[in-house]
């Protein structure tokens, strides 16, 4: 009979390290944030609405796995996931999750109230597209988060604007929106914005952060 060598174990432990910095939403809410960029302690509560305390416990949960690197300015400690490969690791996560657990698809369809059905675009698809010039692309994220990085060429209207900026967007070409992720809700409720007053829309599949990961290119201003 084989026994598994002591160095083998050790391997596992480090994997089960990252395994256990993933088990909380909190964290993987976190680390959806600082996928989109550079973000501060202080302006993570404020996204998250948690105590400071709680934010940054977690994210030293996340630091000491490899997953967030913080960077000192001044008063202020700043954190940005490691790398792309931050970004790879929770889509294979969610794609385990909604291939195995029955209730993924239940919260979904409540979650996005039912515009999960909605046609999503590709990126391979969408690259073709843009080549063509046959889209507009629409960032539906906060402006701080598009400036720090968004698809070339995309207009952006926060999710929030989006019904009183309708001008903005040329009404003779397909929209294309996306924001932080797939699970970001605010594409999923512009598309239902733009087709309700007569545009043609879909949501880009993934967001910013896999774009990027996928190695795509990108504007920062």
């Not at 001008?167 to 733009?194: M, N, T, W």
Request: glycine share 6%; aromatic share 4%; hydrophobic share 40%.
């Amino acid at each position: 009979m084989s026994r598994i060598r002591p160095e083998k174990r050790d391997l596992l432990e480090q994997l089960a390290t990252l395994g256990k910095a993933l088990g909380h939403p909190y964290r993987l809410e976190l680390l959806e944030y600082v996928a989109q960029g550079e973000r501060t302690v202080e302006a993570l509560t404020e996204l998250t609405r948690l105590p400071v305390a709680t934010v940054s416990q977690h994210l030293q949960h996340l630091r000491r796995a490899g997953l967030v690197r913080p960077r000192r300015e001044g008063k202020y400690v700043h954190y940005r996931i490691t790398d792309d490969n931050v970004v790879g690791l929770l889509a294979a996560l969610r794609g385990v999750a909604e291939h195995n657990i029955v209730e993924m698809q239940q919260l979904l369809e409540s979650y996005f109230e039912g515009s999960q059905t909605l046609e999503a675009i590709h990126a391979d698809d969408l690259t073709a597209r843009l080549r063509d010039g046959l889209v507009t692309l629409l960032d539906v994220r906060p402006e701080q988060e598009y400036r720090t990085g968004h698809l070339p060429g995309a207009i952006n209207i926060p999710a929030a604007e989006l019904e009183r900026r309708l001008r903005d967007l040329p009404p003779d070409r397909e929209v294309v929106a996306y924001c932080r992720g797939p699970y970001c809700a605010l594409a999923h409720k512009a598309v239902r914005v733009l087709r309700e007053h007569g545009l043609q829309a879909r949501r880009l599949a993934d967001g910013y952060p896999e774009w990027r990961a996928a190695g795509l290119p990108v504007e920062e201003h």
